[in-house]
Nanobody, 127 residues
C-alpha cells in the first residue's frame, strides 16, 4: 500500500510551465504504474498521462500531447509531470495515481485500473 503526495501546483500565466511531482509518503512507487489525472472545476476527472514501472513506456492524452511530459526517477521514487505552454483550459486539480502491474512495460489510462490516489494539487492558468 502507498500514500501519494502531489506538489508543484500553483497560479501561472498562459504560456508558462510547471513541473508537478508525485511521491509516496509511505511505501514505494517502483512496483506501480503511475498516472496523472485532472479535474477542472465542475467537470469530471480525466486521464492526462501515465508511465510504466521502469519509465520506458509512457502514454499521454491527445489534449496534452506535445505540451505535457510524464517521467519518473526510480532512484528517488518521484514521478514528474512537466507542463509547458499552459493554457487557461489546463486549470484543474491534478491527481497522481498508482496501479499495480506485474508487467514492467504496461501503462493504464482508465481510472479504475488505479488503486491509490493522492489528494491533488491545484493548477490555475490565468489568461
Amino acid at each position: 500500500q502507498v500514500q501519494l503526495v502531489e506538489s508543484g501546483g500553483g497560479l501561472v500565466q498562459t504560456g508558462d510551465s510547471l513541473t508537478l511531482s508525485c511521491v509516496a509518503s509511505e511505501g514505494t512507487l517502483r512496483r506501480y504504474v503511475v498516472g496523472w489525472f485532472r479535474q477542472p472545476p465542475g467537470k469530471e476527472r480525466k486521464f492526462v498521462a501515465a508511465v510504466s514501472r521502469t519509465g520506458g513506456t509512457s502514454y499521454h492524452a491527445d489534449s496534452v500531447k506535445g505540451r505535457f511530459t510524464i517521467s519518473r526517477n526510480n532512484a528517488d521514487g518521484t514521478v514528474y509531470l512537466l507542463l509547458t505552454n499552459l493554457k487557461p483550459e489546463d486549470t484543474a486539480v491534478y491527481y497522481c495515481a498508482a496501479g499495480v502491474s506485474y508487467d514492467t512495460s504496461n501503462v493504464y489510462y482508465k481510472s479504475e485500473d488505479y488503486e491509490y490516489w493522492g489528494q491533488g494539487t491545484q493548477v490555475t492558468v490565468s489568461s
